[in-house]
């Protein structure tokens, strides 16, 4: 393994000119193949022009080493800008992405320093927050990054699938690129705490890699009005739901009463479940395979900006709250914080706080999109107070 000289190493955005090589270290760190792509039915030159949208579109930014004074990308860290709802209000965030290094480049700190400079870039256009799904949850722990979503998976035999529903309205399935569906989706984000608001990019990114024979079904009220969808594949006697989400009760049921209809064609379900609560109790036959397991890792990137938006409850009580933070990576966080939490609004003051509390910003970033509870990380009276205002 050779030693290398910080000096050798250049950082910059990455351009189209860039482009072969920035698909040439993803397929390497990630292994696609060619068989892969053939499977999902892509060429290797239909990849590299997919890949021009995020390079025009997103903030990449490269590592390169020089060798006999010409650039070789050695490692590279992607920022979609997104929306996310946040307890109600919209956020711009960044979305971390096609992180990664070649192996023998790895233990010289390369990914630490891309990661400093993305975060302070996204702090200098306003974004407060960043999420990206891990690929090594320690790794983004130590630099800061915490849990703040659950991803829950479900098999469900065909004899268990809902029997006694009937729902007043219908199911028409749609094309990909149906209005109605992405507008569907932008409604339910904007109810919806932790949902990523899907932008153009976002959506080519949703389905890039799907099959041909991936089908969009909506469900729609007596009224003709769109209130819920599923995405999902039929193959080898097994229906895989990518994602189905409602607005309301009824479209839950009849999404659930349009898989029922293919019960002579499945002999299972298998799908991902986004809601926070298990899918067991729905069931007449609860005896199903059900599994939980971390999905995205999020992080503050600065913690004045991020509380000027932050709503808190609304019904929880008054309370000042110093919070003192520690931050490795970005230094700005470091440092005490005391924020006023008062009738479902906060804002940093300069009164004297009533608790103290001490913290990573690891866990205050889970702590504030409320993935965990205060309990977990407060004791005595101080609980019940953080926990109020911070809707854990």
Same mark, same amino acid.
């Given at each position: 393994?050779?030693?290398?000289?910080?000096?050798?190493?250049?950082?910059?955005?990455?351009?189209?000119?860039?482009?072969?090589?920035?698909?040439?270290?993803?397929?390497?760190?990630?292994?696609?193949?060619?068989?892969?792509?053939?499977?999902?039915?892509?060429?290797?030159?239909?990849?590299?022009?997919?890949?021009?949208?995020?390079?025009?579109?997103?903030?990449?930014?490269?590592?390169?080493?020089?060798?006999?004074?010409?650039?070789?990308?050695?490692?590279?860290?992607?920022?979609?800008?997104? %929306?996310?709802? +946040?307890?109600?209000?919209?956020? #711009?965030? =960044?979305? &971390?992405?096609? *992180?990664?290094?070649?192996? @023998?480049?790895?233990?010289?700190?390369?990914?630490?320093?891309?990661?400093?400079?993305?975060?302070?870039?996204?702090?200098?256009?306003?974004?407060?927050?960043?999420?990206?799904?891990?690929?090594?949850?320690?790794?983004?722990?130590?630099?800061?990054?915490?849990?703040?979503?659950?991803?829950?998976?479900?098999?469900?035999? %065909?004899?268990? +699938?809902?029997?006694?529903?009937? #729902?007043? =309205?219908? &199911?028409?399935? *749609?094309?990909?690129?149906? @209005?109605?569906?992405?507008?569907?989706?932008?409604?339910?984000?904007?109810?919806?705490?932790?949902?990523?608001?899907?932008?153009?990019?976002?959506?080519?990114?949703?389905?890039?890699?799907?099959?041909?024979?991936?089908?969009?079904?909506?469900?729609?009220?007596?009224?003709?009005?769109?209130?819920?969808?599923?995405?999902?594949?039929?193959?080898?006697?097994?229906?895989?739901?990518?994602?189905?989400?409602?607005?309301?009760?009824?479209?839950?049921?009849?999404?659930?009463?349009?898989?029922?209809?293919?019960?002579s064609m499945i002999d299972e379900v298998r799908g991902n479940n986004y809601y926070s609560e298990p899918i067991a109790f729905e069931l007449d036959d609860s005896d199903i395979k059900e599994t939980i397991?971390?999905?995205?890792?999020?992080?503050?990137?600065?913690?004045?900006?991020?509380?000027?938006?932050?709503?808190?409850?609304?019904?929880?009580?008054?309370?000042?709250?110093?919070?003192?933070?520690?931050?490795?990576?970005?230094?700005?966080?470091?440092?005490?914080?005391?924020?006023?939490?008062?009738?479902?609004?906060?804002?940093?003051?300069?009164?004297?706080?009533?608790?103290?509390?001490?913290?990573?910003?690891?866990?205050?970033?889970?702590?504030?999109?409320?993935?965990?509870?205060?309990?977990?990380?407060?004791?005595?009276?101080?609980?019940?107070?953080?926990?109020?205002?911070?809707?854990?």
């Amino acid at each position: 393994m050779h030693s290398f000289k910080s000096d050798e190493f250049k950082i910059r955005v990455l351009t189209k000119d860039d482009a072969e090589e920035y698909n040439a270290l993803l397929r390497y760190a990630f292994q696609v193949t060619e068989a892969d792509l053939a499977e999902t039915g892509w060429k290797d030159d239909e990849i590299k022009q997919s890949k021009f949208p995020v390079l025009e579109r997103a903030d990449v930014l490269g590592c390169f080493n020089i060798i006999d004074k010409k650039e070789e990308l050695v490692a590279q860290f992607a920022v979609y800008p997104l %929306d996310m709802n +946040i307890y109600g209000e919209r956020y #711009e965030v =960044g979305f &971390v992405t096609s *992180v990664c290094t070649y192996p @023998e480049y790895t233990g010289h700190g390369l990914m630490k320093k891309l990661m400093r400079k993305s975060l302070t870039r996204m702090r200098d256009s306003n974004k407060s927050f960043a999420l990206l799904y891990p690929y090594s949850i320690p790794l983004y722990r130590g630099l800061g990054w915490e849990i703040i979503s659950n991803k829950m998976t479900y098999v469900i035999k %065909d004899r268990q +699938i809902p029997t006694k529903l009937k #729902e007043p =309205g219908y &199911v028409r399935r *749609v094309q990909w690129d149906d @209005e109605q569906f992405k507008k569907l989706h932008t409604h339910f984000a904007a109810k919806t705490h932790g949902c990523l608001y899907r932008n153009n990019l976002a959506w080519e990114e949703y389905f890039r890699w799907d099959e041909d024979d991936t089908m969009v079904a909506i469900y729609y009220n007596e009224d003709d009005e769109p209130c819920g969808y599923m995405v999902y594949l039929i193959s080898s006697d097994v229906m895989h739901i990518k994602e189905l989400i409602y607005l309301n009760r009824e479209a839950q049921l009849g999404l659930w009463e349009y898989i029922h209809a293919h019960d002579s064609m499945i002999d299972e379900v298998r799908g991902n479940n986004y809601y926070s609560e298990p899918i067991a109790f729905e069931l007449d036959d609860s005896d199903i395979k059900e599994t939980i397991r971390p999905y995205a890792m999020g992080r503050i990137i600065d913690v004045a900006q991020f509380i000027s938006q932050y709503n808190c409850d609304p019904d929880g009580p008054s309370g000042c709250f110093s919070f003192e933070i520690e931050d490795e990576l970005l230094p700005w966080n470091n440092g005490t914080f005391v924020i006023d939490f008062e009738k479902g609004h906060c804002a940093l003051t300069d009164k004297n706080p009533q608790y103290h509390l001490s913290m990573s910003i690891g866990t205050f970033t889970t702590l504030l999109l409320g993935y965990k509870s205060a309990e977990a990380f407060a004791d005595g009276q101080n609980t019940d107070y953080v926990r109020c205002c911070c809707k854990a």
